[in-house]
């Protein structure tokens, strides 16, 4: 029975010849001998079931060959290939991780002085924070609006929260903040004052407002108003 009469029988069908062949040859013209037996004798099944019961001993078998094959080759071969494996695994694994759980970001401004300092680096949640949400202290990774530049803000509303400052103080709800991360007045006086303040405004549902530790040079919720949530790239966990 000529192969391609048999596989375009069904799309099951084709799929399982397609798979098996996959297996057995890769890229080469021709596979092992097991393997090139199982697939001469597909043809000779019928119905979809069968096909798929033979494609799958074809794959165990294929495997089990493979595994012999490589059961005599030298020991060292062996062990440079496990540990070329084991090095590529980790690899991806660490850029799945790097791309999507933990990242190391770079302050490259004094917005965030004196808690971060220009050149310091920071271990930043790129995925838990999105399900557990932010809270009011931490300090978090945004998007700047109108840019594609990441700068470190600190969170000072939630949705909701009024928020009202006025010189060198911030009230939430009513409450002045007590904000030991800012720099004392003998160090850095300047830091602590406040430029650009509204007078009182109420943070919008899915909004954050944001602030830098330098209170004098940061550009955050003064001058570019509430964030979207949507904006977090991340919040950071700790200082290296």
Request: aromatic content about 6%; hydrophobic content about 40%.
């Amino acid at each position: 029975m000529n192969v391609e009469q048999t596989v375009r029988d069904s799309a099951v069908r084709r799929i399982a010849y397609a798979l098996l062949r996959a297996a057995v040859r890769g890229r080469r013209a021709r596979g092992g001998d097991w393997g090139e037996a199982v697939l001469a004798e597909f043809t000779e099944t019928t119905g979809d079931r069968e096909a798929v019961r033979w494609a799958a001993g074809g794959l165990r078998a294929v495997w089990h060959e493979r595994r012999d094959r490589r059961r005599e080759l030298p020991r060292m071969v062996r062990i440079r290939r496990r540990v070329v494996r084991i090095a590529l695994l980790g690899i991806a694994a660490g850029l799945v991780v790097n791309h999507f759980v933990l990242t190391v970001g770079y302050q490259p401004s004094g917005g965030m002085e004196p808690t971060y300092r220009i050149t310091d680096r920071y271990v930043v949640d790129l995925a838990v924070f999105r399900l557990t949400g932010v809270q009011r202290g931490d300090v978090v990774e945004v998007s700047a609006p109108g840019t594609h530049r990441i700068i470190l803000e600190r969170v000072i509303g939630l949705p909701g929260d009024t928020i009202r400052c006025d010189d060198d103080r911030v009230e939430r709800n009513g409450v002045l903040l007590d904000e030991p991360y800012l720099a004392t007045d003998d160090l850095h006086p300047d830091y602590a004052h406040m430029t650009g303040c509204i007078a009182t405004l109420t943070v919008p549902p899915h909004q954050l407002y944001v602030l830098g530790d330098h209170r004098v040079i940061s550009l955050d919720s003064r001058s570019f108003g509430t964030i979207d949530e949507a904006d977090l790239h991340g919040r950071v966990l700790l200082r290296l």
